[in-house]
């Protein structure tokens, strides 16, 4: 064959397969301790000894029937791949559920590898495989791993080349005798009862299970996901997580970005930067006689204090946590604690993954959607994660201006998420059907790989938001030098201040949010307003518009999840309505306590 | 031996009859005392699953699948999932799917 053959790692979600992909590319691709991780596929190029093949880490999927979108891209690169060489990772602590995938992929005829991955895990939870002879039975070779310590990685790769294909009929006659004798051909074809009787009759013969004491990761997984002791334990947990945000993002910015950019490098580029007074210096340094970098709002100055100085301590915190949550197999459980909850509005426990998403940047949000059944639950969940979850770069900015408000404009805005999903819920057709969801095991979080998902992060912000935000300044301050935002003030006044309560100043502040939702919060600090506008406005910058990012995404998500026009059209209906009723609303207490 | 035969004889029925209406054998099944649906068991209860009717091609292939041995762990207020073990797994039901599982208990 001219083309060489390509790798595809297989396997069901959470069995180590992006972990394996790591080790065996030497890439650095998210691991995290919960299904649905992998919704896009990474290729790579895995060196052999006699040259390179690509390497491919496809979607966890449980069949090859597939149930959700990151299935299907599972089975679709399956389908169109030319004669791959399939690594079918199995978790070995689950090797019968695993067998069953790894027959379904022999049946359908393709070159196969088994990967046991989770060795250490089965062998303390007692689980025995005889390598050898499950290899014989199956007829393809078999590999003991631990991805995560690089365990086997080696003999992996060099086993690839004697990937082949194997026929169920094969393996029954390798059956040793007296193993259920009456399977005799009757596997072949797609009968799943059959497949799992030739499953059981190989593990019968390959695998023993001994008898082990639950360990204390067992003890406290059980105790998580009961609701007597997981809610309170979940309360706790979350209110850990924001204090610990709080508090870091607190500390690096007020204690040392502060006083560096206000004391520093503000008078400095005041005072050194020519032609003060002309648009060029307007645009870049802005305001001269500013005292304060959030309110100078030059390119150079307000963009990089926001973008380095307030949100990046801020989303490395908060990325730190998502981290902790993703690896340790507790994000899994909070979805179970909330699937009730999440019923209501049309969803289940699992949409929990792409909200906590979202806390971080909305953009991987939208995409982990893939997970969710249904165009209607995607679109849901999409919809109502642009509008009412503030990424961390905003909370991060809302924590530095206004952090006696932050953490009740973060409830009200979940509340909204609550009562519109109810809404859209009744309005929507379409079906929300109902999941079974595997709880994977409490892990501890490895240092390695939760610095590496940190420094992944970090640079995907410094490439891709940084330039967004100064960016966002350097389009704000045209948009000043040509009188556009002086227009819009005046037309958008009347709405603004009738409606909203707020003063028509928030204009600015509004084009900024369509770039970057973090710059617009920091564009209204420099507006005169009381607590209650504050308030207000923030709430309304957070609802009313996607930052392009999101939107950019929620279109491309939108051509999968029934439909660009669909999808945007919906999600910009319920923007509006949530803006104007649910900020309405906020105005109507307000005015009610007597504080607007 | 000749239980899982019958067992997997009374699956595939199920399988014709995908009409939603729970276990094809529950009617039968529901004579003797020990067999019941997966909802009614109680936390911590545990037998061997009988029947699967739901969606059962998701289920199976996460392991949860007749002749297999089941322990309830938690169910959950409101209408919430039932958490159960099965295997060295352990997998969240909606109730709807605990309502199309049988199990006979110990
Ligand atoms: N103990 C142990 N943990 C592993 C092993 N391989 C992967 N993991 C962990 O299992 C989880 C799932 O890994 P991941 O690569 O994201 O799985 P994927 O969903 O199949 O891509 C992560 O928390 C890994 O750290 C292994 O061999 N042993
Ligand atoms: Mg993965």
């Known amino acids: ?596 | 031996m000749d239980e899982t035969r019958a067992t997997h004889a009374g699956e595939s029925a199920g399988e014709s009859s995908a009409d939603g209406q729970g276990c094809p054998k529950r009617r039968q099944c529901q004579r003797g005392r020990a067999c019941k649906r997966l909802v009614d068991l109680e936390c911590g209860e545990t037998g061997r699953i009988e029947c699967v009717d739901c969606e059962r091609r998701t289920l199976e292939s996460m392991g949860v699948r007749p002749g297999k041995r089941i322990e309830v762990c938690t169910k959950h207020p409101f209408d919430g999932p039932v958490v159960v073990s099965v295997g060295r797994s352990t997998v969240s039901l909606s109730r709807s799917h605990a309502r199309q599982l049988d199990v006979v208990t110990d």
Not at chain 1, 308 to 335: C, H, K, Q
């Open chain 1, 1 to 596: 064959m001219a083309q060489s053959p390509t790798v595809l790692l297989m396997g069901h979600p959470n069995v180590g397969k992006s972990a394996l992909f790591n080790r065996l590319a030497g890439a650095s691709i998210s691991e995290s301790n919960y299904a649905g991780t992998t919704v896009e596929y990474t290729e790579s190029q895995l060196a052999l000894d006699d040259g390179t093949v690509p390497v491919v880490d496809v979607p966890g999927t449980f069949s090859l029937e597939p149930t959700d979108r990151a299935e299907a891209v599972a089975v679709e690169f399956l389908e169109d791949a030319s004669d791959p060489i399939v690594v079918c990772v199995v978790d070995a602590t689950r090797i019968e559920r695993g067998l069953n995938l790894v027959l379904e992929l022999l049946d359908r005829g393709h070159r196969a590898v088994v990967a046991l991955n989770m060795w250490d895990e089965a062998r303390q939870q007692g689980v025995d495989v005889d390598v050898e002879a499950l290899s014989d039975l199956l007829g393809v070779p078999v590999v003991p791993t631990v991805a995560t310590e690089g365990v086997g990685v080696d003999d992996l790769r060099s086993t690839l080349d004697r990937a082949r294909p194997s026929s169920l009929s094969g393996i029954i006659d390798r059956l040793p005798p007296g193993v259920d004798g009456d399977l005799e051909g009757s596997v072949e074809g797609d009968d799943p009862a059959a497949r799992w009787e030739l499953v059981d009759a190989v593990v019968e013969s390959a695998v023993t299970y001994r008898e082990t004491a639950p360990s204390l990761a067992d003890h406290l997984g059980r105790l998580t996901v009961a609701p007597k002791t997981g809610l309170p334990f979940a309360v706790a947990v979350l209110y850990g997580m924001w204090a610990f945000f709080t508090a870091v993002a607190g500390f690096f910015t007020d204690g040392y970005f502060v006083p560096l950019f206000d004391d520093h490098w503000l008078p400095w580029i005041q005072s050194v930067f020519p032609g003060e007074g002309g648009w060029l210096y307007f645009l870049l340094v802005g305001d001269p006689a500013a005292t304060n970098s959030f309110e100078a709002f030059g390119v150079l100055t307000s963009g990089l204090f926001v973008a380095v100085g307030v949100v990046l301590p801020a989303i490395l915190a908060l990325y730190l946590v998502l981290a902790l949550l993703e690896d340790s197999g507790y994000m899994a459980r909070l979805a179970v604690l909330l699937d009730a909850a999440f019923h209501r509005i049309g969803l289940h426990g699992y949409a929990i993954v792409p909200m906590v998403l979202s806390f971080g940047c909305n953009v991987p949000g939208v995409a982990a959607t893939r997970t969710l059944e249904t165009d209607k639950q995607r679109f849901l969940t999409m919809t109502l994660l642009s509008v009412f979850i503030p990424c961390g770069a905003q909370l991060g900015v809302m924590l530095s201006l206004i952090p006696q408000y932050t953490g009740y404009i973060l409830l009200y805005l979940l509340a909204g998420f609550f009562v519109f999903g109810a809404i859209i819920n009744r309005l929507v057709p379409g079906s929300s059907p109902e999941v079974a969801v595997d709880i994977p095991p409490l892990r501890r979080p490895r240092p390695s790989n939760v610095s590496t998902k940190l420094s992944l992060r970090i640079r995907g912000f410094m490439t891709s938001a940084v330039p967004f935000v100064l960016a966002g300044v350097g389009v704000v301050n045209l948009l000043y030098l040509g009188g556009v935002v002086d227009w819009l003030a005046t037309v958008l006044g009347p709405v603004l201040s009738g409606w909203f309560g707020v003063p028509s100043e928030t204009v600015p502040a509004l084009i900024a949010g369509f770039m970057r939702k973090d710059l617009a919060i920091a564009q209204l600090s420099a507006i005169p307003m009381t607590p209650f506008q504050t308030v207000m406005s923030v709430v309304m910058v957070s609802i009313y518009f996607p930052c392009v990012a999101t939107f950019a995404m929620l279109i491309k998500e939108g051509r999968t999840g029934g439909g660009v026009l669909r999808v945007v059209g919906g999600a910009l209906a319920t923007l509006v309505a949530a803006l104007f009723l649910w900020g309405g609303l906020l105005r109507l207490g307000g005015t009610l306590l007597g504080v607007a």
